[in-house]
Nanobody
Framework: QVQLVESGGGLVQAGDSLRLSCAASGRTFATYAMAWFRQAPGKEREFVAAITLSGGSTYYANSMKGRFTISRDTAKNMYLQMNDLKPEDTAVYYC???????????????????WGQGTQVTVSS
């Protein structure tokens, strides 16, 4: 069984920064790509960023505009550095992991096999 646990969310003000973490346990994630999604109230869950197995390649939603950075350590943990946060970034952020299906990690929810419980990020103006 694979478990993903997010942490690092909270209540911040516009312009602040947050660093989200995702800790994986259980089955090894050596063959998994990982990604961040987010879901705002009343909206669909949307892709934020993905990172390959080695961490050598990253992919971002266009709306991030360079403010977010995804990274991965040599083991199983994944991070999302969020800078210059805006109220529009308010959402529940989810960590996801997917077994290798294609060389480039997918941007759709169906590509990912495991999900964390989510961590709330609230940005006030």
């Amino acid at each position: 069984q694979v478990q993903l646990v997010e942490s690092g969310g909270g209540l911040v003000q516009a312009g602040d920064s947050l660093r989200l973490s995702c800790a994986a346990s259980g089955r090894t994630f050596a063959t998994y790509a990982m990604a961040w999604f987010r879901q705002a109230p009343g909206k669909e869950r949307e892709f934020v960023a993905a990172i390959t197995l080695s961490g050598g390649s990253t992919y971002y939603a266009n709306s991030m505009k360079g403010r977010f950075t995804i990274s991965r350590d040599t083991a199983k943990n994944m991070y999302l550095q969020m800078n210059d946060l805006k109220p529009e970034d308010t959402a529940v952020y989810y960590c996801a992991a997917g077994a290798l299906k294609t060389i480039i990690p997918g941007r759709s929810r169906d590509w990912y096999d495991y999900w964390g419980q989510g961590t709330q990020v609230t940005v006030s103006s």
